[in-house]
């Protein structure tokens, strides 16, 4: 990889000098936007909002051209071009020199995979995505209303491509495999029920029932005390298969048998009541906007 946005942002081999936080913004709006043009508005209000400047326009231009001097790649690997056309910019770079882009073809090969039933494959590529993922995207990155929305969809698909990585370590029998990622997703969102279902069998099928049933337990705590809100039926249903013994074959579908018949199987998105802040959104008290967690927000 050559842009890194899947932690903080990262461009290797670039040259030394530091880039401001608005530069910085920039970069990573056209990085995000890989080949594709972005506004010259939009620039703007990713970096000022209702505060930008009278100079804004020409203060893009300046901000563009030190991107293009800062940064210079190794040999044998071109220089990135950045075109502008009508007031629009684009960053032109093989999709494979930025992680972003990576990661979420890695995840649609997987998918694809799941759809043609070849579930080795699938686990490959969805292992192949997770690898990428080095925290949270652009983190200690000034995030405007695009980034934001880029890092929350980023994030979104990481939970979903856990999630699915697990369910095709379970199908595969592999499910102490299984248990790790699902552990480290209910960590980073406490409130999605279908983790817990997924984690539960895999608990279930190398023996662990106590375990299974302490996880309920957590869950439904954490449900309660959150959000006020009862579990769900379908993870209060896995519970009752915890309690009664039921073998895999009375586990949920959707966890254990869907890689086997090449569809997808659900992960969500968990429930949302009126009233309630979505589970797992975090919201700026002040202006009442979702931030995902990570971005910088110190906009006046």
């Not at 972005?38 to 051209?65: C, H, M, R």
């Not at 969500?268 to 979702?290: E, F, I, K, S």
Request: hydrophobic content about 40%; overall charge positive; glycine content about 8%.
């Amino acid at each position: 990889m050559i842009i890194k946005l899947l932690g903080g942002l990262e461009v290797k081999g670039a040259s030394q000098a530091s880039l401001s936080p608005q530069v910085e913004t920039v970069l990573a709006l056209l990085a995000a936007h890989n080949n594709s043009y972005v506004a010259v508005a939009d620039l703007i209000d990713e970096v000022w909002g209702a505060f930008a400047p009278k100079t804004a326009v020409n203060t893009i231009q300046v901000y563009v051209s030190r991107i293009r001097r800062t940064i210079r790649f190794p040999a044998g690997v071109a220089d990135p071009e950045i075109r502008h056309l009508h007031g629009n910019y684009m960053l032109r770079l093989d999709p494979q020199l930025v992680d972003a882009d990576r990661f979420m073809n890695h995840v649609a090969q997987a998918r694809s995979a799941l759809s043609r039933g070849a579930i080795e494959d699938t686990a490959d590529q969805f292992a192949a995505a997770l690898r990428l993922w080095r925290s949270g995207p652009l983190t200690g990155v000034y995030c405007g209303p695009r980034l934001a929305a880029f890092r929350r969809r980023l994030s979104r698909l990481h939970e979903e491509a856990t999630q699915e990585y697990a369910s095709a370590l379970i199908a595969m029998g592999r499910h102490t495999e299984a248990i790790p990622p699902l552990e480290e997703l209910i960590t980073s969102n406490p409130y999605r029920e279908t983790a817990y279902i997924h984690l539960m069998v895999a608990l279930m099928m190398v023996g662990r029932r106590v375990d299974a049933l302490q996880t309920f337990t957590t869950a439904r705590q954490i449900l309660r005390e959150g959000l006020g809100l009862d579990p769900s039926p379908e993870l209060a249903a896995m519970h009752q298969r915890v309690l009664t013994g039921n073998g895999p074959d009375h586990y949920p579908e959707s966890v254990t048998n869907s890689y086997r018949t090449g569809r997808q199987p659900s992960t969500g998105p968990d429930r949302r009541t009126p009233g309630q802040l979505g589970r797992g959104d975090r919201r700026d008290p002040v202006r009442g906007r979702r931030l995902p967690a990570g971005c910088v927000d110190d906009r006046g």
